[in-house]
């Protein structure tokens, strides 16, 4: 059974930092597209980030850029979602997600994607 499952996420200061991360089960990782999304309550999901299979390559969406890094570990079969400088419209449900594309051309859509995981929630308050 293909899964992915999140873990990480939870409650933090304004400032502080957290690390999700998306563990795959069923398939590997490291010949998928991994994305990053977040959900807020009542709006819509949105793309926090995304690094590609081949050569690694990432994006950022504006709000992520200069705090937030991806990173994956093959060995682990795991992609990393670091995450400093929190703030409170930080809050919300990240998920992770795998597609079969192998390049980073696409993978802020989230049409692109064939696999999800259940989400973590992180949230941001003092």
């Known amino acids: 059974q293909l899964q992915l499952v999140e873990s990480g996420g939870g409650l933090v200061q304004p400032g502080g930092s957290l690390r999700l991360s998306c563990a795959a089960s069923g398939f590997t990782l490291n010949y998928h597209t991994i994305g990053w999304f977040r959900q807020a309550p009542g709006k819509e999901r949105e793309g926090v980030s995304c690094?590609?299979?081949?050569?690694?390559?990432?994006k950022y969406a504006d709000s992520a850029k200069g705090r937030f890094t991806i990173s994956r570990d093959n060995a682990k079969n795991t992609v990393y979602l670091q995450m400093n400088s929190l703030k409170p419209e930080d809050t919300a449900v990240y998920y992770c997600a795998a597609t079969g594309l192998r390049s980073s051309t696409y993978c802020s859509l989230e049409r692109v994607y064939d696999y999800w995981g259940q989400g973590t929630q992180v949230t941001v308050s003092s």
């Open positions: 690094i590609s299979s081949i050569g690694g390559s990432t």
